[in-house]
């Protein structure tokens, strides 16, 4: 009886460990695909930080609320497969309610393949938004998003 009951607990093991990785290795390849978004993401945020710095602007904080907005947004932009500032009034009453902002701004993208390349056709836009970067605000919140194309799609939420 005892014999019996260690073999099965072995089979036990064995089969969650293998099962475990199978697991695993499922979500290290999805997280992979999510930690080159958020990497890019966070790049961006860097690279805006650091315009800020040499312009003696304070850096901009991330801020979850503003972040999950522009995840949102941009997935709604690629569903529509374009950019838009679609639903402007329903982002900025969120961060009103949950964040008590006073001000919002935003950026929108796509097509750039890096942090680098999107930051900089903002600073050199003649669309506003190099004003937002420059803007009086306090929090962001970005996303960089891939389409089933592999193009990107990039949102910033400004604000204060």
Not at 39 to 44: G, L, P, T
Not at 132 to 159: M, P, R, S, V, W
Request: charged share 25%; with cysteine; glycine share 6%.
């Amino acid at each position: 009886m005892k014999t019996n009951l260690v073999k099965y607990l072995f089979a036990f093991l064995i089969l969650s460990t293998v099962l475990s990785s199978c697991s695993n290795d499922d979500n290290i390849s999805n997280d992979d695909n999510n930690s080159n978004e958020i990497s890019v993401a966070d790049e961006i945020l860097k690279l805006v930080n650091e315009y800020r710095s040499e312009k003696g602007l304070k850096p901009l904080i991330k801020n979850n609320t503003a972040e999950e907005l522009a995840i949102d947004h941009t997935r709604y932009m690629i569903s529509k497969g374009r950019i838009s500032h679609d639903n402007g009034d329903q982002k900025f009453k969120a961060l009103q309610e949950k964040e008590n902002a006073t001000g919002m701004a935003e950026n929108v993208a796509a097509g750039q393949e890096s942090a680098q390349s999107v930051v900089t056709s903002w600073l050199n836009s003649s669309a506003g938004h190099r004003e937002n970067i420059e803007g009086n605000y306090t929090h962001i919140g970005i996303a960089a998003i891939k389409d089933e194309n592999g193009k990107y799609y990039y949102t910033q939420l400004f604000y204060r």
